[in-house]
């Protein structure tokens, strides 16, 4: 079975605090995607990153980066600097490889960022 | 492109009433998704199309839930009778498979539908 954990429900920070959310997936397949996506509170969901599970290299875009690592089933994501604008709930799914098969989301973590 | 587009934004209903949401996907996209948002179950699936065919509605949470796609530019999700518990926000989403059914394109979401039953 497919699974996405985020553990942090809640986090509230300073601005230009770095941050970092977490997310752990399980799978038993041996190549999937992962994806984060943003949702701030106007309600619509922001695509950001998806990742090839058989490509493990770090990504980074402005104040965002994605840390992937395959030997703990983890796809964290860091925002350097947070901003105002960075408060939203950020989702992390998983998908498997292959024709079209569902996302699988993880319950969300709602990020706070206070000036 | 417009993006994803749904109507309406807000429905507030009373409960036993029909309630139909609608979607415009993203012109080119062969994929749509209709997802449901609540605080105690997160985001559903509730069901998705390929070209206009219902592949997996297995989400859909019973009979008083039904979706059409009678072309590749509009869909809609209905709810007949609507109950309290149907409270939520509808997302639909859509996204295209390239070619040798490999690719892993993301699903761009429209800004959901935010439905009250009274």
């Known amino acids: 079975a497919q699974k996405v954990t985020q553990a942090q429900t809640e986090i509230s920070v300073v601005e230009k605090e770095d941050v970092t959310l977490d997310c752990v997936y399980e799978?038993?397949?041996?190549?999937?995607?992962l994806f984060w996506y943003k949702q701030p509170p106007s309600g619509e969901l922001v695509f950001l990153i998806r990742r090839n599970s058989f490509d493990e290299q770090n990504e980074i875009s402005g104040r965002y980066s994605w840390n992937f690592q395959k030997s703990t089933s983890s796809f964290n994501f860091t925002i350097t600097a947070s901003q105002v604008v960075d408060s939203a709930v950020y989702f992390c799914?998983?998908?498997?490889?292959?024709?079209?098969?569902?996302?699988?989301f993880g319950a969300g973590t709602r990020l706070a960022v206070h000036p | 492109d417009a993006g994803v587009i749904q109507s309406p934004r807000h429905e507030v209903t009373e409960m036993g009433q029909e309630v139909t949401l609608r979607c415009k996907p993203i012109?080119?996209?062969?994929?749509l998704f209709w997802y449901r948002q609540t605080m105690m179950r997160g985001l559903e699936l509730l069901i998705y199309f390929n070209n206009n065919v219902p592949i997996d509605d297995s989400g859909m949470p019973e009979d008083r839930f039904s979706a059409k796609m009678p072309n590749a530019s509009f869909s809609t999700l209905k709810i007949q009778p609507s109950e309290p518990r149907d409270s939520a926000v509808y997302f639909c989403?859509?996204?295209?498979?390239?070619?040798?059914?490999?690719?892993?394109?993301?699903?761009?979401f429209g800004p959901g539908t935010r439905l009250t039953v009274l």
């Open positions: 989403a859509s996204s295209f498979l390239a070619g040798g059914g490999s690719s892993y394109n993301e699903q761009f």
């Open positions: 799914a998983l998908r498997k490889v292959g024709g079209y098969n569902k996302l699988i």
């Open positions: 799978t038993r397949d041996t190549t999937y995607y």
């Open positions: 012109s080119g996209h062969d994929y």
